[in-house]
């Protein structure tokens, strides 16, 4: 089992940057599958981006391609995600999630994962 602890959401302008971090505690989280899911006021949890639990292969939803970088260190148990050119519409929270799986299979539904983080806002202004 493994627990997970987002951090680094805030507050920034359209066009900005931020870094999301996952931290994961427990073992073997290098056989994990992560991925990160966000949560609009009003909307359904929409899947944003995932990576293999070797790091090789990685998923993204269509409206964050060539903004969004996930990638993960597993000597530290982290996962980021480096979100550039923010747009109004990534305002949400957002949580990261694991699965323990040693496939390159990347699951988009939220369904598959059953380890959650609590989440941390992004908030992106005019």
């Known amino acids: 089992q493994v627990q997970l602890a987002e951090s680094g959401g805030g507050l920034v302008q359209d066009g900005g940057s931020l870094r999301l971090s996952c931290a994961a505690s427990?073992?073997?989280?290098?056989?994990?599958?992560m991925a990160w899911f966000r949560q609009a006021p009003g909307k359904e949890r929409e899947f944003v981006a995932a990576i293999s639990y070797s790091g090789h292969t990685t998923t993204y939803t269509e409206s964050v391609k060539g903004r969004f970088t996930i990638s993960r260190d597993n000597a530290k148990n982290m996962v980021y995600l480096q979100m550039n050119n923010l747009r109004l519409e990534d305002t949400a929270v957002y949580s990261c999630?694991?699965?323990?799986?040693?496939?390159?299979?990347?699951?988009?539904?939220?369904?598959?994962?059953?380890?959650w983080g609590q989440g941390t806002q992004v908030t992106v202004s005019s």
């Open positions: 427990g073992r073997a989280f290098s056989h994990y599958g």
């Open positions: 999630a694991g699965r323990d799986s040693i496939f390159e299979w990347l699951p988009t539904d939220s369904g598959p994962y059953p380890y």
